[in-house]
């Protein structure tokens, strides 16, 4: 399994950034995809989460109605459009899936919202 995320950077608070995850090794198609993060200090979180054909998605509330995650399973990937950012939303974001009872993390891509 490898996952490998674009797409960070840093942005002025209410900017816009999109994050890309590339996956491979595994069925994409047939597995839940999710991207998480994790701020200095703070543990992990769920930001958003995808079921394999799209028809259901779970966000965290910090999020709602401002991140939009999406997939395309022709290319194998899964999307982040992070709009509206906050200064809070500054973290290391990570693709993750869990693969036959095997959790996998991408490297993760930074995320800086800041004037």
């Known amino acids: 399994v490898q996952l490998v995320e674009s797409g960070g950077g840093l942005v002025q608070p209410g900017g816009s950034l999109r994050l890309s995850c590339a996956a491979s090794?595994?069925?994409?198609?047939?597995?839940?995809m999710s991207w998480y993060r994790q701020a200095p200090g703070k543990e992990r979180e769920l930001v958003a989460q995808i079921s394999p054909a799209g028809a259901y998605i779970n966000y965290a509330e910090s999020v709602k109605g401002r991140f939009t995650i999406s997939r395309d399973n022709a290319k194998n990937t899964v999307d982040l459009l992070m709009n509206s950012l906050k200064p809070e939303d500054t973290a290391v974001y990570y693709c993750?899936?869990?693969?036959?009872?095997?959790?996998?993390w991408g490297q993760g891509t930074q995320v800086t919202v800041s004037s």
């Open positions: 993750y899936v869990s693969y036959r009872g095997r959790p996998s």
């Open positions: 090794g595994f069925t994409f198609s047939s597995n839940f």
